[in-house]
Nanobody, 125 residues
Framework: QVQLVESGGGLVQAGDSLRLSCAAS???????MAWFCQAPGKEREFVAA????????DYADSVKGRFTISRDNAKNMVYLQMNSLKPDDTAAYYC???????????????????WGRGTQVTVSS
């Protein structure tokens, strides 16, 4: 079983940057990973996903050109670099693992098997 712990969230101003980290307790090198976000009163939304090798990446349209997902399989880590942050980016951000061995990154939350507890990102205007 994989356990995930997110970190790096905080309160920033519009235009600032943050780097979120996700530390996995188990070996994740064979699995796709993703970041989702959830604002109060809203559904959990896809942000970015990366294949096991890092060779395939997908982003939500709202973050393309601003966010970058990456991974370090040797360290069991996944990252989300968030640049040019906007107030609309305010949400709790969750890291997730898809145990579909070697599969392509998927954009639906129901595809993911393990989740962290989230880290809060708040962007003030």
């Amino acid at each position: 079983q994989v356990q995930l712990v997110e970190s790096g969230g905080g309160l920033v101003q519009a235009g600032d940057s943050l780097r979120l980290s996700c530390a996995a307790s188990g070996r994740i090198f064979a699995y796709a990973m993703a970041w989702f976000c959830q604002a109060p009163g809203k559904e959990r939304e896809f942000v970015a996903a990366i294949s096991w090798s890092g060779g395939r990446i997908d982003y939500a349209d709202s973050v393309k050109g601003r966010f970058t997902i990456s991974r370090d399989n040797a360290k069991n880590m996944v990252y989300l670099q968030m640049n040019s942050l906007k107030p609309d980016d305010t949400a709790a951000y969750y890291c997730a693992v898809d145990e579909n061995l070697g599969g392509a990154p998927r954009t639906v939350a129901t595809a993911y098997d393990y989740w962290g507890r989230g880290t809060q990102v708040t962007v003030s205007s």
